[in-house]
């Protein structure tokens, strides 16, 4: 079945530092979206992204669609201690409201 | 409005019992769908109704089955418990079926330990 492999698995950054992380697929996807999870509460959508080149902005959020359609990325600016938490792509499977998810990158931030 | 509301939030339950969760979607949404979450295997699709109707199923045994009412609320039922089902259970709502767009929204989950 359709996979995302998300990397990198884990962050350690320094409060204010840039992070940078991405997300691929052997199988092309229409949509991409982009989850944020904090310990114990389920997942927050932070991004979608529904066009292949389309860069979008959401604060210090930033997140693009591959050309390929086989990939995306999401750019945190200036790290802030509220960035911790797990952070999820996702993609849906044609036709269903099925999301197939990325392992994950758990951030974590020193202050 | 109000959110995806999931109850109960925490439970614990022995090795061969069953476990009924719940999940009221958002208000004027129809669509309700559930992932398992565990460390190992991360966020797994179990099923998705739409209209009181199983429109999609993931890659479970089973014992582990799902119901829609007529007010769009949804459960979920996980019969013969074993361990490897700890984990949280994840219910989603959106406005309609089949992708269209539209913002898929998560509940808090219910944290399932088995014993």
């Known amino acids: 079945g359709q996979q995302l492999n998300q990397s990198p698995q884990s962050m350690f950054i320094q409060e204010g530092e840039d992070v940078s992380m991405n997300c691929t697929s052997s199988?092309?996807?229409?949509?991409w979206l982009w989850y944020k999870q904090d310990p114990g509460e389920g997942p927050v959508l932070l991004i979608a992204?529904?066009?292949?080149?389309e860069l979008t902005s959401n604060g210090r959020l930033t997140a693009q669609f591959g050309i390929t359609r086989k990939d995306s990325f999401l750019n945190i600016s200036a790290s802030i201690p509220s960035d911790v938490g797990i952070y999820f792509c996702?993609?849906?499977?044609?036709?269903?409201?099925?999301?197939?998810f990325g392992q994950g990158t758990r951030l974590t931030i020193n202050p | 409005k109000a959110g995806v509301t999931q109850t109960p939030r925490y439970l614990i339950k022995t090795r061969g019992q069953q476990v009924t969760l719940s999940c009221s979607p958002i208000?004027?949404?129809?669509?309700v769908s559930w992932y398992q979450q565990t460390p190992g295997q991360g966020l797994q699709f179990l099923f998705e109704?739409?209209?009181?109707?199983?429109?999609n199923k993931g890659n479970f045994p089973g014992r582990f089955s799902g119901r829609q009412f007529s007010n769009s609320r949804s459960e979920m039922n996980v019969s013969t418990l074993e361990l490897g089902d700890s984990a949280l259970y994840l219910c989603?709502?959106?406005?309609?079926?089949?992708?269209?767009?539209?913002?898929?929204?998560f509940g808090e989950g219910s944290w399932l330990t088995v014993v």
């Open positions: 992204l529904y066009k292949a080149g």
């Open positions: 199988s092309i996807f229409n949509t």
């Open positions: 208000s004027g949404h129809r669509s």
């Open positions: 109704y739409f209209s009181e109707t199983q429109r």
């Open positions: 989603a709502s959106s406005l309609g079926a089949g992708w269209t767009g539209n913002t898929i929204y």
């Open positions: 996702a993609g849906p499977i044609q036709g269903a409201q099925k999301l197939v």
